[in-house]
């Protein structure tokens, strides 16, 4: 009986980018700032602002003071509304909810994306407190619409234009003009393409006689990149495979990893594995053909249990011939002993 084996990654678009910042407010006495914000140009870092210095670091090196000063007034006015929102919530849950012992982690991530015709998309934000969601707004400005999934309380008018106003004419504005301009400096990182290289690897499994495979893409970049695993060209559970996630390299690319174990009754039937892939720096699909375990693989893994059986083997024979030797040995001290001539 036949099977193939599949392993596929589609290609997603990464022609959209987003800015995002990652925000933290304590309630609380801890040795961490009050307020912290780190924002992220698609996965790279490009600036940081807390509540210790009240100023933006960012990694550009541009000595303008008007570029500086642009920055500054910028990520006070989203930075400084965010603070005093999350400190007046912290104050409410304190006077009305008897949130007093211990540390609240107030948190929210929020941003902007840029469609892949230079149209903004959308803004959106989550709020969390001491892990918990407990707010989501989507801020669509194409059709003008504002829309919340969740809502730590209920809004009246008053919140809802003051929220609508700002997300239209303030926070969706600065931050299309901070990506933007970010982009274009982080081109370098960000709009870069790396090709993904991909192999194939099995590893004997000496407790079960079975058989790992694993198909192993890394060195790609951008991130975005996803591995399907199928069977006869039929999708494999979740349940039978193992790895998936996106793991970072040490030089700025991204690898990953899928595998998949194959029982010894399996390994008695003739496989075809292949891993196929596709991704934004290939312009056709790439496949790897492993080949077939009941030649190749098979052979090798009886190759391998033979080898362990004669080193058993050997072993215990290695054993018998010294038990043999110390008693032959024993057997002729007794008998010299009982002949001796100091004996009579």
Not at 61 to 67: E, G, K, M
Not at 277 to 304: A, P, R
Request: proline residues 3%; negative net charge; hydrophobic residues 35%.
């Amino acid at each position: 009986m036949s099977h193939m084996y599949t392993l596929y990654i589609p290609c997603v678009s990464t022609d959209v980018h987003s800015l995002m910042a990652f925000v933290t407010y304590i309630a609380g006495q801890t040795p961490f700032p009050e307020f912290s914000a780190v924002l992220m140009l698609d996965d790279v870092q490009i600036g940081y602002y807390d509540s210790v210095t009240w100023k933006p670091f960012y990694r550009t090196n541009s000595t303008d003071l008007q570029f500086h000063e642009e920055e500054q007034k910028d990520a006070d006015i989203v930075f400084r509304d965010m603070y005093n929102i999350f400190k007046d919530r912290a104050f409410y849950l304190k006077e009305q909810q008897n949130h007093t012992d211990g540390v609240q982690v107030h948190q929210r991530i929020a941003g902007c994306e840029l469609l892949n015709d230079d149209k903004p998309g959308l803004l959106q934000r989550w709020d969390a407190l001491d892990g918990q969601n407990i707010e989501e707004l989507i801020f669509d400005i194409e059709n003008n619409k504002t829309q919340t999934k969740m809502t730590w309380r209920p809004w009246d008018q008053h919140k809802w234009i003051r929220v609508k106003y700002m997300y239209e004419n303030v926070y969706h504005p600065l931050c299309m003009k901070v990506l933007r301009r970010y982009l274009y400096m982080e081109k370098n990182n960000v709009l870069r393409k790396v090709k993904p290289r991909v192999r194939f690897m099995n590893k004997t499994l000496t407790d079960s006689q079975g058989l790992q495979i694993s198909c192993l893409a890394t060195g790609f970049y951008p991130r975005h990149i996803n591995l399907i695993l199928f069977r006869n060209g039929q999708l494999v559970d979740d349940d039978q495979i193992t790895g998936g996630e996106i793991l970072p390299n040490g030089d700025g690319t991204y690898q990953m990893r899928k595998s998949l174990v194959i029982s010894e009754e399996e390994l008695c039937e003739e496989h075809k594995y292949n891993c196929t892939m596709k991704h934004l720096n290939l312009e056709n699909k790439l496949d790897i053909t492993y080949g077939s375990f009941s030649q190749s693989v098979v052979f090798s893994v009886l190759v391998f249990m033979c080898v362990a059986v004669l080193i058993i083997i050997c072993y215990f024979v290695s054993i018998m011939v010294l038990l043999s030797y110390f008693y032959s040995g024993q057997g002729t001290g007794t008998s010299q002993s009982k002949y001796s001539p100091y004996s009579m």
